[in-house]
């Protein structure tokens, strides 16, 4: 079996697309960085009935150009995958339009917008981001429930209490640039945390009574997903309980 295609960064983990029979297919194994190693899928079938379920999960139209457009550029149309035009990653173009555009105006001196704002409300950021992170939409439509429904940021963001759909500080790119690799170190984040949590002589906005620091480390905790070997940043800002059970 030719393993054609690794989906995945591999910082987590990667998981293989293979072709056989004139259809895709998800590999029953995947790479985890934790492990150094291998194991089974996660949402693969536990126990396999044939050799082919052993081998790995037959992808729908759907579903295979939902993995390709998300994990790399230009191959994908509306739900057809152009294997000939497949850039591997995640480039320019994937997210800007006019990226090629926008490359040789630079290259010229000149500035040609590149098709996405910088600044926009939530709700904007939350949907263009969504389209393969998740939207709250999306994850009720497919009925992701418990914890498995921590890696989808925007989901959880909107559900935060203090989430607002007109605040560009509440939309993604506010706390994070899509150019680089998103921090690890919470103690980076809480400039962005007090842009909302800070008083002021004009207002004056609840402010944490426990800590002033570090926020992220409380009010967005690392939540395991059982057989993912890896801890996802839960983006549902809130006050966390002690024994509480995960909020939907």
């Given at each position: 079996m030719n393993l054609q295609w690794a989906l995945g960064l591999g910082k987590s983990g990667q998981t293989w697309v293979y072709e056989r029979d004139g259809k895709l297919w998800e590999s029953r194994m995947s790479y985890y960085a934790r492990?150094?190693?291998?194991?089974?899928?996660?949402g693969a079938e536990v126990r396999p009935s044939s050799l082919a379920q052993a081998m790995g999960t037959p992808l729908n139209q759907r579903a295979a150009a939902a993995c390709f457009g998300c994990h790399s550029t230009k191959g994908v149309e509306g739900f057809k995958i152009f294997f000939d035009r497949v850039e591997a990653g995640i480039q320019c173009e994937r997210c800007h339009t006019s990226a090629g555009a926008h490359a040789a105006a630079a290259a010229a001196g000149k500035l040609v917008a590149s098709g996405v704002p910088r600044k926009a409300p939530a709700e904007e950021m939350t949907e263009f981001c969504g389209s393969c992170h998740r939207t709250w939409q999306q994850v009720k439509e497919?009925?992701?429930r418990g914890v498995a429904n921590v890696r989808f940021q925007p989901y959880r963001l909107v559900m935060s209490p203090c989430?607002?759909?007109?605040d560009e500080r509440m939309g993604c790119t506010a706390c994070h640039d899509p150019h680089t690799e998103a921090g690890t170190d919470t103690a980076m984040y809480d400039a962005k945390c007090n842009a909302c949590h800070v008083k002021t002589r004009a207002k004056a906005i609840k402010t944490c009574r426990v800590g002033k620091a570090n926020c992220a480390g409380c009010h967005m905790p690392k939540i395991e997903i059982p057989g993912a070997h890896a801890a996802f940043t839960d983006h549902m800002i809130r006050v966390v309980r002690r024994n509480r059970p995960y909020p939907e």
């Open positions: 492990l150094k190693g291998l194991d089974v899928t996660v497919l009925g992701i989430y607002s759909p007109e």
